[in-house]
């Protein structure tokens, strides 16, 4: 409380971009990823507000060149999501007046290029849609985790259409079973891990599975690749996308019994 005033607040820093390359030349390339991180701290600084006492607030100075320090103590490739983890619970623990971090990153997607057929070494093209994820770290360990994907781009010519929607006299859509289906789909899935101490060792497990919900979710709005598969409305599409993304997680994770996820 503040003077009588219920008094919920947090403070930090967004749009930190850094880069971080791992030169791996016996192993198939180098690996860049690059990252838009976004930090904020819940903490014990209500003397901030009230009286101008600046002594508990963590200059966002502070916050964005530990994410620079702490991207370069990765030394091996880590997923967007194992970094998220380390720098919430960095922030939680690191400083007594912190008792939660929020840690939101949307990575850029950059693709290894293919030359003459063969992965190029060290050459990279940008990619269309992004990898995003979303942690919540306390002071106790206790976790939040979602992943996501944002502007993912799809577009199919044919097997598309609109009919029997409300009409009235301000109404100009003619019906059809017949138009092109353009959408950019935004997903989220959120894990279940209550402490740190259930994350998976696999560093890249939260990659496979982002892989793997975009996978199901194009090969649902397209169908087979020689038939395709009818679109009657984008709520259709949406829903039948949704449904396919859950089954497969349900049938993965019953053949991995230490896993779990919910969406």
């Known amino acids: 409380m503040a003077e009588g005033f219920k008094l919920d607040q947090k403070h930090g820093k967004s749009r930190v971009r850094v880069s971080r390359v791992w030169r791996q030349p016996l192993s198939g390339g180098d690996a860049i990823v ?5 930090v904020s701290l819940f903490s014990d600084c209500l003397p901030a507000y009230t009286s101008g006492d600046n002594s508990a607030i963590v200059a966002t100075d ?3 060149n530990t994410v620079y320090a702490k991207a370069k103590e990765c030394s091996e ?6 970094f998220a983890i380390i720098l919430a619970r960095h922030f939680s623990s690191f400083y007594p007046q912190v008792s939660a971090a929020e840690v939101k990153i949307v990575e850029k997607p950059w693709e290894r290029m293919v030359v003459s057929g063969r992965p190029h070494s060290h050459g990279f093209k940008l990619g269309s849609e992004m990898h995003t994820t979303e942690v919540t770290a306390k002071k106790c360990g206790a976790l939040s985790l979602a992943s996501g994907i944002q502007q993912l781009s799809l577009l ?3 097997m598309s259409g609109f009919e029997e929607f409300v009409r009235d006299k301000y109404t100009l859509l003619p019906e059809t079973r017949e138009r092109m289906m353009a959408t950019e789909v935004t997903t989220s899935w959120r894990y279940t891990y209550d402490h740190v101490s259930q994350i998976p060792p696999d560093p890249f497990c939260f990659t496979e599975r982002y892989k793997d919900v975009k996978k199901v979710l194009e090969e649902t709005f397209f ?3 020689d038939t395709g598969v009818y679109s009657p409305s984008v709520q259709n ?3 039948l996308m949704a449904k396919a993304v859950l089954n497969s997680l349900i049938m993965m994770f019953m053949c991995r019994p230490t896993s779990h996820m919910e969406q």
């Open 77 to 82: 490739v880590v997923s967007v999501e194992v």
């Open 62 to 64: 502070s916050m964005k």
């Open 34 to 38: 690059e990252w838009n991180v976004s």
């Open 156 to 158: 199919k010519t044919t």
């Open 237 to 239: 599409t949406l829903y």
């Open 223 to 225: 169908g087979p690749p």
